[in-house]
């Protein structure tokens, strides 16, 4: 059958499972079908679902209480349904009472005359509730945009999304479909948005960004939000990241201020939102806030089996290959063994070199945990105190209240309120800029954003000062201290920091469409003199991988100073905490940490989850969120055990 006619026809048969089911798999099974269908039949699919649609409704519903001591249901062993591996129906040894029969047959009948009628019954597609407007906050996660490529951070909190007034913005343009929804919601399943001014001007604007039109988007901004309409460029951008925003909550709704919650039609990620607008006709937006926020527990995400997660995550990262919105390596290990490895891309476009699991690529803020390693090591040897001052190490520091105040502790939880060092300053003398102290002496006479440890705030500048003391403590020099202290031990062979300019076998060249254009280009002009404390260098999948493996095992510290170099201190605002140089997460209910890094043409992630043993690491040689989105789908369709 057609493919459109028989899409239509699988999504009847999906309409009319329980509404329970349908929030979970829905979405899910439909971009299955899609992506069976591009290549080979899908009347399996549908006889796994008229199976599905028996189990959940005879067995899982409303009629369980009816079947109950007649049929039970039981696991077979090395059996499958399809795309999800079901539970199987096992028949006791009694004969059913008639009865029984009678009710079974009953409902069969019922389930093909509903099908019947499904079958030959219209089906409208789902239009999506748009997504929430002129977002003014960049979508900058720690790691994500403090890189050490220089890309524009203005201290915004990491758990923010959307396009940012002047500041280059981390999205990736793209071709999004519905089918490729990928977080298991539900097909049907929308919110309602209120009958205010600024519910109305909010659904107005969710429909014009999720068209993805630019003339319809444009006409909006100039209508209703004109001081934004200039920044049309980075909202399109932003759609393409996002593949646009399904309305799933609606939040405090009063007549010139709604808010609510959406999420990423092309992702998992959440936001929380909030738009005000003028009291009096005709209502322009004044205010419209989007900020990224940990998955709602009303919004479960369905795990998979790891085989089944491992089957999804190749058709995803496809897919992402495909749009040309990743290209890099991933590998997925548990307990030290990988058990999932590619490299896909060009690590040279201009070469055609393609990229391979030993491709050096440019890790960004990743290697804030390199840092933190070298800190807790001298700590735990007592050549550090976690509560000293910063001038106990540094007497010569150039700010004295910074020097006197701002602890190591501070330093390493991002707390001390010394700020960052990329933006128009940066950009003037990224070439000049060659050891650590030629930062503290452009930087070094700054005072403090606040009082040190009254709040969080990511530091690159922070981490930087953690370089020059491992230098001072241990008269080494940084790039020194972390090859033989951290990099050695560990059997980390392919990463360093070496210069731009000097030639690096197998690294990667990074390609980023920031800063306008259609085209990917090399991201040559953005780079720094070399990778410094607070970010950069290059490393591989493998040798992050080896890294966790150090650190898990105990070769790099003891461990009471692994766990305290991991564990939650500060609450950066969205429920996660930092630790050391890493996040510490709890999503889905399973915990996580690790770091990631990101700039124009390049993205990584590391994420250690303790409790089941697997380790993710995806590196990326374009631009965010590249390989963020690929850590977090794989990372949320695992087993937590």
């Not at 930062?439 to 953690?466: A, D, H, I, T």
Request: glycine share 10%; with cysteine; proline share 6%.
């Amino acid at each position: 059958m057609a493919h459109s006619f028989s899409r239509s026809l699988y999504r009847c048969l999906l309409r009319l499972h329980p509404p329970s089911f349908q929030r979970e798999f829905a979405d899910e099974m439909l971009w299955i079908f899609d992506e069976i269908a591009a290549k080979q039949s899908t009347l399996r699919l549908f006889g796994d679902g008229l199976v599905s649609l028996v189990r959940q409704w005879a067995l899982r519903g409303a009629l369980r209480n009816l079947l109950t001591g007649e049929i039970a249901l039981a696991p077979v062993a090395g059996r499958d349904a399809g795309p999800f591996v079901w539970e199987h129906i096992a028949v006791p040894e009694a004969p059913l009472p008639v009865s029984r029969m009678i009710q079974g047959s009953a409902i069969a009948l019922l389930f093909l005359i509903l099908l019947s009628f499904a079958t030959f019954r219209p089906v409208r597609s789902r239009t999506l509730p748009s997504a929430s407007a002129s977002s003014r906050i960049p979508h900058q996660a720690p790691g994500h945009s403090q890189p050490n490529g220089g890309a524009p951070s203005d201290g915004a909190a990491p758990n923010s999304v959307g396009p940012p007034a002047g500041i280059t913005s981390n999205t990736i343009p793209g071709d999004h479909q519905d089918q490729h929804a990928s977080s298991g919601e539900a097909v049907a399943a929308q919110a309602e948005v209120p009958n205010t001014p600024a519910a109305r001007q909010f659904q107005a604007w969710l429909d014009a960004f999720n068209s993805g039109d630019r003339s319809k988007l444009l006409a909006f901004l100039e209508k209703n939000y004109p001081d934004h309409a200039k920044e049309i460029d980075g909202e399109l951008r932003f759609r393409g990241m996002t593949g646009g925003f399904d309305f799933k909550k609606a939040g405090d709704s009063e007549a010139a201020k709604f808010s609510g919650i959406l999420k990423e039609h092309d992702s998992d990620q959440f936001a929380r939102f909030t738009i005000e607008v003028e009291a009096a006709e005709p209502h322009h937006i004044t205010k419209f806030d989007l900020n990224a926020i940990a998955r709602p527990a009303e919004f479960p995400m369905p795990r998979m089996s790891e085989e089944q997660a491992l089957a999804a995550l190749r058709t995803e990262i496809d897919r992402q290959v495909a749009a040309e919105r990743f290209a890099g390596a991933v590998m997925v290990s548990k307990h030290g063994k990988p058990i999932f490895s590619q490299a896909y891309g060009f690590s040279d476009r201009e070469k055609k070199t393609p990229n391979e699991l030993n491709t050096r690529f440019r890790i960004g803020s990743m290697n804030k945990m390199f840092t933190a390693v070298s800190v807790l090591q001298l700590v735990q040897n007592g050549k550090i105190k976690l509560t000293a001052s910063l001038g106990e190490y540094l007497p010569d520091y150039p700010n004295k209240d910074v020097a006197s105040k701002v602890t190591i502790h501070h330093l390493l939880t991002h707390t001390g309120g010394t700020g960052d060092f990329f933006g128009p300053e940066f950009d003037a003398h990224r070439l000049e800029l060659r050891t650590l102290q030629d930062y503290v002496k452009l930087y070094g006479k700054r005072g403090l954003q606040f009082e040190p440890g009254s709040k969080w705030s990511y530091s690159n500048y922070g981490f930087l000062l953690l370089g020059v003391i491992v230098e001072k403590v241990s008269g080494q020099s940084y790039y020194d201290y972390v090859r033989d202290h951290v990099y050695a031990p560990a059997g980390m062979t392919s990463t360093g920091s070496l210069p731009e300019d000097q030639a690096v076998p197998q690294r990667s060249v990074g390609y980023t469409k920031f800063g306008g254009g259609e085209t990917w280009r090399p991201n040559t002009d953005t780079l720094p003199y070399r990778g410094t404390s607070a970010g950069g260098g290059y490393s591989t999948v493998e040798d992050l991988q080896r890294f966790t493996d150090a650190l898990q095992n105990h070769k790099l510290l003891d461990a009471h100073h692994t766990e305290l170099l991991t564990t939650g201190k500060m609450d950066t605002g969205n429920g996660d905490k930092y630790a050391y140089g890493f996040m510490d997460r709890t999503q889905g209910g399973v915990r996580n940490f690790g770091h990631g890094g990101g700039a124009p043409g390049m993205n990584g992630e590391l994420t250690i989850y303790p409790e089941s043993g697997y380790v993710v690491t995806v590196l990326a040689n374009v631009d965010p969120p590249a390989a963020g989105r690929i850590a977090s789908f794989i990372g949320n369709r695992l087993p937590e055990k």
